[in-house]
């Protein structure tokens, strides 16, 4: 059954401890903390040491979406304040067979990100250092955009490439995921979901109930 994570960049920032411990209460499978700088994507969210504050919070797997120039460099500083998992994006680091290995070497899930627009040949000669790719269903940088259609056959064809080659990567999907959305990127092979303001942190409705929602409609 595929994973779901509650993307906490979504919720009441002022009060993240409460969402946390409210939807560790339901059945979560990771927290998915997206982290901007300003340059990569025009925004910035979390950082570090909100990390390791709510890293006393919860023993719920952090997976940290780091959208950042030059991620290489922040590797140690996100492993240090609790990270589970780091995905980088292939777009924002040059040397990345080493960036993924610098996540491996600390014990944690490496994973790939993809912009919509960038093409899965990126993984042709990387697949063996990666434990999971990331793939934007929406441009980076905000919450509340519109799905991108053209990337349902993208997670089909990698989806595919993964069966071929039997490899142990697993699918993630972050942007716009949805009750309208879950169904086809389940059908096309996403295994891991990150719910945002899309299907999970609506303003009319209660988080629990949202989550059960959520736990009910892909089981
Ligand atoms: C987009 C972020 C997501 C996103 C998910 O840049 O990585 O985590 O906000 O939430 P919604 O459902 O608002 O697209
Ligand atoms: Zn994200």
Redesign the pocket.
């Known amino acids: 059954m595929a994973k779901i994570g509650p ?1 906490l ?2 919720a009441d920032m002022g009060n993240l401890e409460d969402a946390i411990l409210r939807l560790d209460q339901k059945s979560v499978d990771f927290f ?1 903390l ?1 982290v ?1 700088d300003g340059r990569f ?1 025009p ?1 910035f969210t979390l950082g570090p040491d909100i990390v390791k504050t709510l890293r006393s919070h919860t023993k719920t797997p952090f997976d940290i ?1 780091l ?1 950042i120039e030059e991620p290489e460099k922040y590797i140690d500083v996100f492993a240090d304040s609790g990270a589970d998992m780091i995905s980088v994006h292939v777009e924002a680091t040059t040397h990345l067979q080493r960036t993924l290995q610098l996540i491996r070497n600390r014990g944690l899930k490496a994973g790939i990100a993809l912009n919509p627009a960038t093409p899965l040949s990126n993984l042709d000669y990387i697949w063996d250092t990666i434990d999971y790719v990331v793939l ?1 269903t ?8 519109k799905f991108i259609p053209l990337v349902y056959d993208k997670i089909e064809q990698l989806s595919q490439y993964i069966a071929e080659k039997q490899l142990t990567i697993d699918i993630q999907v ?5 009750f309208e959305t879950i169904p086809k990127v389940l059908e096309k092979g996403a295994d891991m979901l ?8 609506k303003k009319d409705n209660f988080l629990e109930e949202a989550m059960d929602d959520l736990n009910s409609f892909i089981s």
């Open positions: 993307s960049m979504c998915h997206d901007m994507v925004n979406h959208m934007m929406v441009n980076p940088g905000f919450a509340g955009q972050d942007g716009n995921i949805s990150v719910c945002g303001t899309s299907s999970l942190f």
